[in-house]
């Protein structure tokens, strides 16, 4: 018998325990994704010396990741209604472990932007799988603590790419450590195939997502997935918080993913693994950030005087990190820490998105507002190590190009910039109140 045909016999709602397991298990790919994005940050001497990159190609074999999930994130949706969270994670697993692999055994740069790709568009899939999980398996009053828990896992996996995988690189080598990372991530997939369910009623509970059709059907009959866009791109914040999302998005991960550790080593000689325990803290106030910028925003009903403040302060700061050279170690810290903190902000974009449109847009909104986050480290790691290299004075120091201060200043100016615009474009947008739009 069918899900749908069973599921009036079940009365009682699965015990939270069991609930969370399940999402938990959902969520493991998602830690592998923001273990994944910002890997290439702790081997950048090891990547520029396997594959005799320039600055510029290796912010572009780090931003390969980055095409691929900015690609995936609409159809994502699409294809968690057809197929379910349970195949969609575990074919995304398998994909990822594969990609790793393939990166793990190229030897030249082709094969490990491929790899790179591979992954990218493979864990793109685990954010909206994670939600959907929750929304069958958690009351509706739990899917906010649900999607901030989200992000939290994944910094989880980016503290992981930090410090311990550049303490395991120096003693194992990169390439056994990817290997490593595609054993647990195929691992990972056999795990969630074998117990991951869709849904309670698998289970002999009853689901909290009743009102859903079932895994294969339409979630909006006669409506059409691009009528469905179209009517959300009509709305102004929808267009505004796009471009604005990427901004804060842009500082934290490019340079918590990617240039902080060589900047960090070259201009305050902290070593690889310092620098990378040092963005990694970036990363832990950045989810610590989330949590509260969206706790506070619904305590005061309002979304957009909290972004405006949260992303001009985090520009502030940005600025001050930038153009103040040879800051204090106890400053650097707490520079780095409100920087992340601050830059949280960009999480009220998937809120405030949501309330500006109807109820049943909200997964194509989430899907647009995601993309809008990405584009921010997508564009700006290749074009940051382009400015690198234009401005590269030719210093060579153990085999390696070394940047000036002045260098990295031309580049981390870009995203002071998008900060700035994002600013006055915000100053634009149509406040929610914290209510949804119907």
Same mark, same amino acid.
């Not at 009365?11 to 790919?29: D, E, I, Q, S, V």
């Not at 906010?144 to 690189?169: D, E, T, Y």
């Given at each position: 018998?069918?899900?749908?045909?069973?599921?009036?016999?079940?009365?009682?709602?699965?015990?939270?325990?069991?609930?969370?397991?399940?999402?938990?298990?959902?969520?493991?790919?998602?830690?592998?994704?923001?273990?994944?994005?910002?890997?290439?940050?702790?081997?950048?001497?090891?990547?520029?010396?396997?594959?005799?990159?320039?600055?510029?190609?290796?912010?572009? *074999?780090?931003?390969?990741?980055?095409?691929?999930?900015?690609?995936?994130? @609409?159809?994502?949706?699409?294809?968690?209604?057809?197929?379910?969270?349970?195949?969609?994670?575990?074919?995304?697993?398998? @994909?990822?472990?594969?990609?790793?692999?393939?990166?793990?055994?190229?030897?030249?740069?082709?094969?490990?932007?491929?790899?790179?790709?591979?992954?990218?568009?493979?864990?793109?899939?685990?954010?909206?799988?994670?939600?959907?999980?929750?929304?069958?398996?958690?009351?509706?009053?739990?899917?906010?603590?649900?999607?901030?828990?989200?992000?939290?896992?994944?910094?989880?996996?980016?503290?992981?790419?930090?410090?311990?995988?550049?303490?395991?690189?120096?003693?194992?080598?990169?390439?056994?450590?990817?290997?490593?990372?595609?054993?647990?991530?195929?691992?990972?997939?056999?795990?969630?195939?074998?117990?991951?369910?869709?849904?309670?009623?698998?289970?002999?509970?009853?689901?909290?997502?009743?009102?859903?059709?079932?895994?294969?059907?339409?979630?909006?009959?006669?409506?059409?997935?691009?009528?469905?866009?179209?009517?959300?791109?009509?709305?102004?914040?929808?267009?505004?918080?796009?471009? @604005?999302?990427?901004?804060?998005?842009?500082?934290?991960?490019?340079?918590?993913?990617?240039?902080?550790?060589?900047?960090?080593?070259?201009?305050?000689?902290?070593?690889?693994?310092?620098?990378?325990? *040092?963005?990694?803290?970036?990363?832990?106030?950045?989810?610590?950030?989330?949590?509260?910028?969206?706790?506070?925003?619904?305590? @005061?009903?309002?979304?957009?005087?909290?972004?405006?403040?949260?992303?001009?302060?985090?520009?502030?700061?940005?600025?001050?990190?930038?153009?103040?050279?040879?800051?204090?170690?106890?400053?650097?810290?707490?520079?780095?820490?409100?920087?992340?903190?601050?830059?949280?902000?960009?999480?009220?974009?998937?809120?405030?998105?949501?309330?500006?449109?109807?109820?049943?847009?909200?997964?194509?909104?989430?899907?647009?507002?995601?993309?809008?986050?990405?584009?921010?480290?997508?564009?700006?790691?290749?074009?940051?190590?382009?400015?690198?290299?234009?401005?590269?004075?030719?210093?060579?120091?153990?085999?390696?190009?070394?940047?000036?201060?002045?260098?990295?200043?031309?580049?981390?100016?870009?995203?002071?910039?998008?900060?700035?615009?994002?600013?006055?474009?915000?100053?634009?947008?149509?406040?929610?109140?914290?209510?949804?739009?119907?």
């Amino acid at each position: 018998m069918s899900p749908a045909s069973t599921r009036h016999r079940h009365t009682a709602h699965p015990p939270p325990a069991l609930a969370w397991a399940m999402w938990g298990l959902g969520a493991a790919l998602y830690f592998v994704g923001f273990y994944q994005r910002v890997a290439p940050a702790v081997i950048t001497v090891e990547l520029s010396q396997a594959f005799g990159l320039t600055a510029a190609a290796l912010g572009n *074999l780090s931003a390969f990741y980055f095409y691929s999930y900015v690609a995936m994130q @609409i159809p994502t949706g699409l294809l968690a209604d057809r197929f379910g969270p349970r195949v969609l994670l575990t074919v995304g697993a398998g @994909i990822a472990g594969i990609g790793t692999a393939v990166f793990a055994m190229a030897l030249d740069t082709r094969t490990a932007n491929l790899g790179r790709l591979l992954i990218g568009g493979s864990v793109g899939v685990a954010f909206v799988s994670m939600l959907k999980l929750a929304s069958h398996w958690m009351p509706a009053r739990q899917f906010a603590l649900a999607s901030g828990m989200a992000l939290a896992v994944g910094v989880f996996g980016a503290v992981f790419a930090g410090a311990p995988l550049r303490i395991m690189v120096d003693e194992f080598g990169w390439r056994a450590m990817m290997w490593a990372s595609a054993t647990a991530t195929l691992l990972i997939g056999v795990v969630t195939w074998c117990m991951v369910k869709d849904d309670p009623v698998t289970r002999g509970y009853k689901s909290y997502a009743d009102h859903e059709p079932a895994v294969g059907q339409a979630a909006q009959p006669g409506i059409g997935v691009f009528a469905g866009l179209k009517e959300a791109l009509r709305d102004r914040n929808i267009i505004l918080l796009f471009f @604005i999302a990427g901004a804060p998005s842009s500082i934290i991960l490019t340079f918590a993913g990617l240039w902080g550790v060589p900047f960090l080593t070259t201009h305050y000689g902290l070593t690889a693994t310092n620098a990378a325990g *040092l963005c990694s803290t970036m990363m832990v106030a950045w989810a610590i950030g989330s949590l509260s910028y969206g706790a506070l925003s619904d305590r @005061i009903g309002r979304r957009k005087p909290l972004y405006i403040a949260g992303l001009t302060l985090s520009l502030v700061l940005w600025a001050t990190l930038v153009y103040v050279p040879k800051l204090p170690y106890a400053a650097l810290v707490a520079l780095m820490l409100s920087i992340g903190f601050f830059g949280a902000s960009f999480i009220l974009s998937f809120a405030f998105a949501k309330e500006s449109t109807p109820a049943r847009l909200a997964g194509t909104v989430s899907g647009i507002t995601n993309m809008g986050v990405i584009q921010g480290p997508m564009y700006m790691q290749p074009l940051v190590g382009l400015i690198l290299d234009r401005t590269w004075s030719g210093t060579i120091v153990n085999g390696k190009r070394v940047f000036d201060l002045a260098s990295y200043q031309q580049g981390f100016s870009l995203m002071l910039i998008w900060g700035v615009l994002a600013v006055l474009l915000l100053l634009f947008t149509r406040e929610t109140y914290c209510r949804q739009r119907h």
